[in-house]
């Protein structure tokens, strides 16, 4: 096949990030499915609209219909929202033996059973990665990564304005309806908050969640829902008096009984990964019999991140239909025609900060002897403590943090530090990393 | 097809691992399949030890070859280590036209080239999910999940026996040598832990890992590799006093000049995740251009846990010869027709503890009355707090946990203190959840 040709239904923020990640990234997507993959129809409501992406060379029209029915796309994108027009549209592409791809985490829950169905018939796929959990690929994880577990139970932070909304509130004490009217401000929640607040949207994945997890009915209407808005900061500073944090959790467990869906306002244990998941970040826990816990975190919503579990699902569909069964995922995840030999930075390049420990004799003019070669080399201190020394001891404990430097420049520095005569022992190195 | 057959090289840890998953979840795994897979047949050094698995209904040898030249294996799943044998094996596989699992990072970190040459020549897959994080799926979230980001860098805690090593040193203050000892007696590090504590066994991982996020050739000879056996218990305090967390990091990074490679022990800011990865939990994250940063979490090793990741892998090759590229992965998971109503549990039936708080008035006998009420619903309280009343007001608050009760108890008890004429207001109640 020569491309893989995507029509696109919507092109506000995640389909103006999906136009993006396309085209920035369309060279690494090539090498790992192995031809390339370009949006080349897309439909909007308003075409005068000033836009995140450029559109230059795709076919636009406001008619979506126009987009689903064009013979030279293989795979939808469903990014309208809605569940009216949004499954008219779906359907249609289906019957017209047109893969799909929807983040639209409403129509789903809610009519997921007849659009899968009428999948499995024309034998085309309806993937939905960005539905749940923005960017973290927790359908996959679970339709396949996890697939050698009986799910006992998952508990998820899926949605971002709530944990936005519970996040301010505990870090700055504030009130639901203060931190909600900020959140509107920011646009992390909408005009009309209640799909996020009052759990809806949480409900919706959850919904998704655990039918993938336990393999039963969709089963919406079945799931207890219940809201953040009458959580008080008094809840919120008592629950972490208490060693607790509160989050908004969607939980689906199975019981000897039956199976518990739920969403609703949950104290944790302050020490759990989960709790420490902040702002408008994501995060799902999966227990499986065999793999014990497991968790899966990143941005639950944004243009970008969104776009990149849409595109990744594009990328499946595509390797699907372009490739062999032994062939989908090449071993390395790149074609092997397209493995580069990048150069491999010398460590004496590399670039990081330092935590240094030293013991030094205890009399003036060592630190200014110290803190002089480290200006020579260009090399800044960004905290130095100077312990006590023990009663009776002429040596004190000397531990500093550098800003980030290149290798060879601490190798010179410790080069130097070697040639003075008030340092005892060896001196510990260790790199620091932000990793931010 | 009617089954897909195993063999299964290597009953230790790890192969008892997968015999047990397989069987206690047959039926899962088949739901999810379409298809049984199945052990058919396995090999063992020792056919006499004692083992965790029961291998009644498989055959078994000590000659490896003959598990690998039976002609109604389809998957040989190599789990014998070492990159001698288990080379000659693989590829011995390979050349009879079968698929590959293994578990085996030096073997791949090495030989991987060829290898994934060879099986690419005689069109069979070599998936290796378990080699890299034990159950955590961060291959096939790096190979397809994340497809279409470019990926920035990626560090992860990546060698269980460092971590644990690590993290008692920090929570017990204890010297490295010390808890090795304890590591070794409890079963977490060998008794020549070199491969674990020098970091070789991480750069075997990091090479896999680096390979597949920039698609480069594998290079394990280039990761900079030092260990942790000169980390103090007084590094790691200090470095807690400055706001750090000492962990053994695997870090591939792209940067301008090149890719870096490196294993050490790195200082990371304590509110990060990944530096609240404990004990012998693995973690992964990574940062892509489209999705941010994103982490995977999960036990990296463990019969039952690498079981998991084997496992994983046997189903996608059970997917791919038994299924068409469309139908590969069901919509949600399992087999349309293994989709299962199991009973959804009444809220009224769902178990939690909860977090209660009242306003009541500030006189004798209030307590009694409520610790009755619960008494008689028999609602254990697991901690109480009154909080002191301002000055002037009748009123103080109580914040209360309980442990774990039906819905339908609490919803009696706050029918039970609404009758009590010494509450003030509405009683907030809020689930807590364990997740454990």
């Known amino acids: 096949m020569n491309s893989v040709n995507i029509g696109l239904l919507g092109l506000g923020t995640v389909g103006g990030g999906t136009v993006n990640v396309l085209t920035r990234n369309a060279a690494e997507i090539e090498r790992r499915v192995g031809c390339p993959v370009r949006i080349i129809h ?93 960017g973290i690929p927790i359908i996959k994880a679970l339709r396949e990564g996890l697939a050698a577990n009986r799910v006992e139970w998952l508990a998820g932070i899926i949605n971002g304005t709530g944990n936005f909304i519970l996040t301010a509130m505990r870090d700055e004490g504030r009130d639901f309806a203060d931190v909600l009217a900020e959140a509107q401000r920011l646009g992390y929640a909408e005009a009309d908050p209640t799909f996020d607040v009052e759990g809806i949207d949480a409900a919706h994945k959850l919904t998704l969640l655990a039918t993938i997890a336990f393999g039963i009915p969709l089963a919406f209407e079945a799931v207890y829902t219940e809201g953040i808005t009458r959580i008080s900061r008094e809840d919120v500073t008592y629950a ?101 030999a990048l150069p491999l930075l010398p460590m004496s390049e590399v670039e990081s900060a330092w935590y240094l420990r030293m013991q030094v004799v205890d009399k003036p003019g060592v630190l200014a002897a110290l803190t002089s070669i480290f200006a020579d080399l260009e090399i800044s201190i960004e905290a130095m403590v100077q312990k006590e020394p023990t009663a009776g001891e002429s040596l004190v404990t000397l531990v500093l943090l550098t800003r980030t430097v290149q290798e060879q420049q601490m190798d010179q520095a410790m080069a130097r530090f070697g040639e003075l005569n008030f340092i005892f022992g060896d001196i510990t190195r260790i790199r620091v990393e932000y990793l931010n």
Do not use: W
């Open 240 to 340: 972490e008096e208490l060693g607790y944090r509160i989050k908004h959790l969607g939980i689906a467990r199975r019981t000897p009984k039956g199976i518990e869906l739920r969403v609703h306002p949950t104290l944790i244990p302050a020490r759990r990964l989960i709790a420490n998941v902040d702002g408008v970040m994501n995060a799902v826990v999966v227990k499986g019999d065999a793999v014990g816990p497991t968790l899966y975190y990143g941005a639950g919503a944004g243009d970008e991140p969104t776009a990149s579990a849409v595109v990744a699902d594009l990328v499946d569909v595509a390797r699907a239909i372009n490739c062999t069964p032994e062939s989908r995922v090449p071993s390395l995840g790149f074609q092997p025609d397209a493995i580069e």
């Open 42 to 134: 897309a439909a909007a409501r308003d075409l005068d609209k000033p836009r995140i992406c450029d559109t230059g060379e795709i076919t636009l029209t406001t008619d979506p219909r126009e987009v689903v029915d064009n013979p030279d796309v293989h795979v939808i994108v469903e990014l309208i929202g809605g569940d009216t027009l949004a499954q008219d549209l779906v359907l249609r592409a289906i019957a017209q033996g047109k893969h799909v791809v929807s983040a639209n985490k409403a129509l789903l829950a809610k009519h997921g059973s007849a659009i899968f169905a009428a999948a499995r018939e024309r034998g085309v796929m309806v993937a939905y990665e960005a539905a749940v959990g923005g």
